[in-house]
């Protein structure tokens, strides 16, 4: 059921079911969760609702995406998520070079 123009979701209950949904093995229903309450929300809540998802692609092995929303968490937070700059740092080495070699896409830059 969508949300009203005079209603809002608490955000409380919903990050208290994502935690559950964590807690008990479904990571990638808690995205769900996640992408819902970031709907339409550029800063995904200052960066919380992107370092959220990252640890939750994390827990699911998709390194890519996990390293993806952590630097999103980043972004957005200002400094506010330094779990989510350790989290980047330990993901730092995430390519995509097994897939396109880099001498074909890096550039080097004119200075």
Same mark, same amino acid.
């Given at each position: ?14 990050? =208290? !079911? ?7 093995? /479904? ?24 370092? /959220?998802?990252? +640890? ?15 630097? =999103? ?12 700059? +350790?989290?980047?740092? /330990? ?8 897939? !396109? ?9 004119? =200075?």
């Amino acid at each position: 059921m969508p949300i009203g123009e005079d209603e809002k979701y608490d955000f409380n209950v919903l990050e =208290r !079911v994502a935690q559950e949904l964590i807690d008990t093995g /479904r990571p990638q229903d808690a995205i769900k969760i996640y992408l819902f309450m970031g709907d339409g929300d550029p800063s995904l809540d200052a960066g919380y609702l992107g370092k /959220r998802i990252g +640890e939750c692609y994390e827990a699911m092995g998709d390194l890519h995406a996990a390293k993806y929303w952590h630097g =999103r968490a980043i972004e957005e937070g200002a400094g506010a998520w330094p779990d989510a700059v +350790e989290a980047r740092k /330990r993901l730092g080495a995430i390519s995509i070079d097994d897939l !396109v070699a880099p001498e074909k896409y890096i550039v080097p830059r004119q =200075r």
